[in-house]
């Protein structure tokens, strides 16, 4: 274990990053990433193109449904991906004005974790069973830092207590399991912080608690973020989570970014009918109609992504234009926000009406269950 | 803890009555265990009725047991038909066998666990293929072919190895404990390269990663530790079930062990051999399972024993 923590420190630190000062851009610029899983059933294209930023002290939700790439975009910017069957294809993933996917793993390990932190859906499994607490978070002060064991022990308590942990010090000597769920995500969360990193990537950090923890957890997150400035990626499939803490909003669908816009206006006004659908789906005690409001269909299956745009055959929109290639372009709208339809100043405007008779085959091609854990 | 063991303790009691007592049964009480004692002929009727007296064989079967037990808690486990104390032929013969287990069990682990790691780690590569593909000739091959071909090629034909393992010895019991834990061996293999395999997908290996741990440090601090705990327990019921001696290796290289002994006493219908053998095997695999137990929990924190 020792001469590990050595052959750490002799890593080259990767150049570049030092100099960079937020007038260069963005803190992290992903541009046109590309990411498909080769399996057996044929090429999955997970990510298409996704383009966004992040700077620092920003908020940046991403939110789609299973199977959109929102967490493959998040394993990719990050490094690791299962590779086998996933692969990144094209793009950049700038940060610091550094492309990520061009350095040598072992520089690039040098950002995971320090610079580039992640938190992971549930607890219970991203944490390793048979170490304690303790151990896990202090590994990350041994072996980046070098620190003693000791030394590492007692700054994992006073992360411990940073997340709110009653007893960390007794607590420190637990295992995972021996957790709640939401005490387990703080452990997460003590752990990603634990260098100060520049990004923090939440990976659907909520999904699994209760919905008083879940508020706990995200009020912890915009506190921790507040007091270091790092800048908040958030994953998720609820609306609900993002309309407190994020400044802005991507929505995914089948690997591409359909709309992004600051979180108030696209609550107000969505410029993409999948935004609208994902909007109308939320259940409202004011809604006058018994039934809730669901988008029809499921997402495409990602090695047979439709042509044209790839919501057509969910959209009550759709016309012939939006059947054929090529897919609608992500275009600015001004004020920050752009959107991937083809009739997105229609939408905006309130003229858009839906075509009377939606197909009745709305379903193009289900997901099969299989695939959507290569997703996910 | 302590009173985990306690607690497993005192289950054996009834696990030890069950078993010994079946096999009392089975071997005095099925049928008259003096018959057969002198060859061809009927056996003297003195000689008869001083048998029925010294085993009690008169006398109702749980009566027989309850004395044949007594006589075991001091440590009295009789006399083989022969006129030696069981007890003094298995203290001869048990070092050999735990010489011949220990042999193979190392074997099997260093091996085993080797070959496992190397097909987890290069998962549908060569040396996953080769693998596969070793392990599955040696799990198809049955034990006494697979040692008499070694005997054969290694010991008589080459001369690199003692054809036969008369003395017991280290250096004799060497090739039989090779083809002792060669199935166990490939099983082992195939355990940890499924088990590693398997593992190496779970989520707090990705956490690992995330982390910005280094490739050897997520494999082998993060993920060995998990993979091997069905490793372990089953190497550790191997070693149990291998004290036992291992009848037909023992038979083939001609090995004065606890199989040997066993085979013999059944081939002699030495019913006290028998019975007294295998009445302290069952103990042992008892207090080997137990450690097995001990051992799980050690590795995994999920377990507590308490």
């Known amino acids: ?376 | 803890m302590g009173t985990y063991i306690l607690r497993r303790i005192l289950q054996m009691i009834p696990v030890v009555i069950g078993t010994t007592f079946l096999i009392y049964w089975m071997v005095f009480s099925l049928g008259d265990p003096t018959v057969g004692r002198c060859g061809e002929r009927p056996c003297p009727e003195s000689y008869v009725a001083r048998l029925h007296e010294e085993y009690n064989l008169d006398k109702s079967l749980p009566e027989q047991y309850v004395r044949y037990m007594g006589k075991v808690l001091q440590g009295d486990l009789g006399t083989s038909f022969n006129g030696n104390a069981v007890i003094d032929q298995l203290a001869t013969r048990w070092p050999v066998t735990i010489r011949l287990a220990v042999i193979a069990i190392i074997f099997e682990a260093v091996i085993g666990i080797a070959a496992g790691l190397l097909a987890g780690l290069r998962r549908r590569s060569f040396w996953d293929t080769l693998v596969f593909v070793t392990t599955l000739v040696i799990i198809s091959i049955p034990s006494f072919v697979l040692g008499s071909v070694a005997q054969m090629v290694f010991g008589v034909r080459l001369g690199w190895f003692p054809v036969t393992a008369t003395q017991g010895t280290w250096q004799q019991l060497l090739l039989p404990g090779l083809v002792l834990g060669s199935l166990s061996m490939a099983y082992v293999a195939r355990l940890t390269r499924n088990s590693l395999s398997e593992n190496l997908s779970a989520d707090y290996v990705r956490t690992a990663r995330a982390k910005g741990m280094s490739a050897g440090r997520v494999v082998g601090v993060h993920t060995f530790r998990n993979s091997l705990i069905p490793v372990v327990t089953f190497i550790g019921a191997d070693f149990g079930a291998l004290m036992g001696g291992a009848i037909v290796t023992e038979r083939i290289f001609n090995i004065p062990g606890i199989g040997g002994y066993i085979y013999h006493s059944i081939n002699t219908k030495d019913a006290t051999a028998v019975v007294g053998t295998i009445t302290l095997l069952v103990l042992v695999f008892l207090v080997m399972n137990l450690i097995v137990d001990l051992l799980y929990g050690a590795l995994d924190p999920r377990i507590a024993h308490d």
């Not at chain 1, 703080?186 to 520049?198: G, Q, Y």
């Not at chain 1, 290639?325 to 003229?351: Q, Y």
């Not at chain 1, 009745?360 to 299989?370: S, T």
């Open chain 1, 1 to 376: 274990m020792r001469t590990l923590a050595k052959q750490n420190s002799t890593i080259v630190e990767p150049t570049g990053m030092d100099n960079w000062s937020p007038d260069h851009g963005h803190l992290l610029d992903v541009r046109n990433l590309n990411v498909e899983f080769r399996t057996r059933d044929g090429v999955a294209h997970a990510i298409n193109g996704a383009s966004f930023h992040l700077d620092r002290g920003e908020s940046l939700a991403i939110l789609g449904e299973s199977g959109s790439g929102k967490s493959v975009t998040a394993q990719a910017i990050m490094g690791i991906l299962d590779t086998p069957p996933g692969y990144v294809t094209g793009g950049e993933v700038f940060f610091r004005g550094v492309d990520l996917l061009k350095l040598p793993e072992d520089q690039r390990r040098r950002v995971r974790g320090q610079r580039i932190a992640m938190i992971f859906q549930d607890a219970l499994s991203a944490l390793n069973p048979v170490f304690t607490v303790g151990w896990q978070i202090a590994e990350m002060f041994r072996i980046h830092k070098g620190m003693n064991k000791s030394d590492a022990h007692s700054a994992a308590i006073k992360l411990m207590e940073r997340v709110n942990i009653p007893a960390a010090a007794q607590r420190a000597g637990n295992f995972p399991h021996q957790f709640s769920g939401g005490m387990r995500q703080r452990v997460m969360i003590a752990m990603s912080i634990a260098l100060d990193p520049e990004i923090l990537i939440a990976d659907e950090p909520t999904t699994a608690l209760d919905v008083t923890v879940q508020a706990q957890i995200m009020e912890l997150l915009k506190e921790l973020q507040a007091e270091t400035g790092m800048g908040l990626i958030l994953i998720t499939h609820d609306l609900g989570v993002v309309a407190d803490v994020a400044d802005r909003i991507n929505v995914m669908y089948a690997g591409r970014i359909v709309e992004s816009a600051g979180s108030r206006e696209l609550y107000a006004r969505p410029a993409h009918p999948y935004t609208e659908g994902l909007l109308d789906s939320i259940p409202r005690l004011d809604q006058t109609t018994g039934e809730l409001s669901a988008i029809g269909g499921l997402p495409p299956n990602l090695t047979r992504i439709p042509a044209g745009c790839s919501f057509n055959p969910r959209c009550k929109y759709a016309r012939d234009i939006c059947r054929v290639d090529p897919e609608p372009p992500l275009v600015e709208l001004g004020g920050g926000r752009s959107s991937a339809c083809h009739f997105t100043h229609e939408l905006l405007a309130g003229r858009l009406a839906p075509v009377a008779v939606l197909a009745e085959n709305a379903v193009a091609d289900p997901v099969p269950a299989a695939e959507e854990g290569i997703n996910e």
